[in-house]
């Protein structure tokens, strides 16, 4: 289940976005779409970054099942709508195309994938979400190729 609090005035589209989340989990997920002011917060607070950035990722660190039926949320992904239509201009694709690209970064990081640190296995499972949904090149790509 994918909650979104959109404090912005831009269309999310939550069908890709809930498409993406089923294809990786079942687990609750909350999504925040803000403006750079806010993420900015944000990113001060939990990271000591006083700077605004794309995307963050908050997983909840408790694996608990609390019943069959009923287990604990994943996490909450937070992300820039100030970014989202930057980068997507940026990259001529769509406002929708680059908010469904960092949705997935910060899913992939609330499961516990790390580009920073890892052999390459975020980028290898970015690029097959990616391929399955029929998007642009990812946010790990993008970086490496600049």
Same mark, same amino acid.
């Given at each position: ?6 404090? $912005?005035? $831009? ?7 809930? /498409? ?9 997920? @909350?999504? $925040? ?19 605004? $950035? @794309? ?14 039926? /009923?287990?604990?949320?994943? =996490? ?5 709508? @100030? ?28 499961? =516990? ?20 949904? /029929? ?12």
């Amino acid at each position: 289940m994918l909650n979104i609090e959109n404090f $912005t005035d $831009t269309s999310v589209p939550i069908e890709l976005l809930e /498409n993406i989340a089923q294809s990786l989990t079942s687990r609750e997920i @909350d999504l $925040t779409i803000c403006n750079n002011e806010t993420i900015q917060e944000y990113n001060k607070e939990y990271r000591q970054k006083d700077q605004p $950035t @794309d995307v963050l990722s908050f997983p909840i660190e408790n694996d608990i099942i609390i019943s069959d039926e /009923n287990v604990m949320p994943l =996490g909450s992904i937070v992300i820039s709508i @100030d970014f989202v239509v930057s980068k997507a201009e940026e990259f001529k694709h769509t406002n929708s195309d680059e908010l469904a690209l960092l949705f997935i970064h910060g899913l992939l990081h609330i499961l =516990g994938y790390d580009h920073e640190i890892d052999s390459g296995e975020m980028r290898e499972k970015e690029a097959l979400i990616i391929q399955r949904f /029929n998007l642009p090149k990812s946010l790990i790509v993008r970086t490496e190729e600049n």
